[in-house]
């Protein structure tokens, strides 16, 4: 599979308001765009060290998946993204290597970039996304 690096980590916060001071104030980030993903009911708020971008994720409903995980485990890491130049590819190489998909085929996530999910409960708790430029 022809992965990169890491293009984000997700965490799951409360609110992105609050959270912000910690990733600004105390490790001097900046963070450089906030945008809602409708799709996924969540706010993202993007911050960028080296080629990795720390995700910040607030639920915008109570049926958005960042509020059952904050529900059930609290805030914290929701999930790690690999670039790949292929989405669809590495999903289907991942099912055929017997890992349940979320998404099928590419969707469209944040920052205009194609995205799909692998199942946690088949990649070691750790919910999975691949990530490609948008085309
Ligand atoms: N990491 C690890 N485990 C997770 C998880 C996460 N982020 N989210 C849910 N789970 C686990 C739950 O703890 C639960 O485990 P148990 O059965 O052991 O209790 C199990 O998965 C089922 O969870 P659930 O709360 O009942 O939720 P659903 O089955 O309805 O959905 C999942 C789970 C992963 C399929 C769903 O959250 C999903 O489709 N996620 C992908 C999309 C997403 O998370 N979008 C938000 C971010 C979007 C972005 O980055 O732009």
């Known amino acids: 599979m022809n992965l990169s690096h890491i293009e984000h980590i997700g965490i799951a916060v409360n609110s992105i308001e609050e959270a912000k001071t910690y990733f600004e104030d105390v490790l001097g ?15 993202t708020a993007f911050f960028k060290i080296g080629e990795t971008k720390i995700e910040l994720l607030e639920a915008t409903s109570e049926e958005s998946p960042v509020a ?42 944040a920052e205009g970039l194609n995205i799909g ?13 691949f990530c490609e430029k948008g085309k």
């Open 29 to 43: 980030l900046k963070c450089y765009a906030v945008e809602e993903v409708a799709d996924q009911k969540v706010k």
């Open 68 to 109: 059952k995980f904050i529900a059930k485990k609290g805030q914290g890491i929701h999930h790690i993204a690999f670039a790949t130049d292929d989405v669809d590819k590495s999903l289907k190489e991942a099912e055929n290597k017997g890992v349940r998909l979320i998404d099928k085929e590419k969707r469209k996530g």
């Open 117 to 129: 999910f692998l199942h946690p409960k088949f990649t070691l708790g750790v919910l999975t996304e």
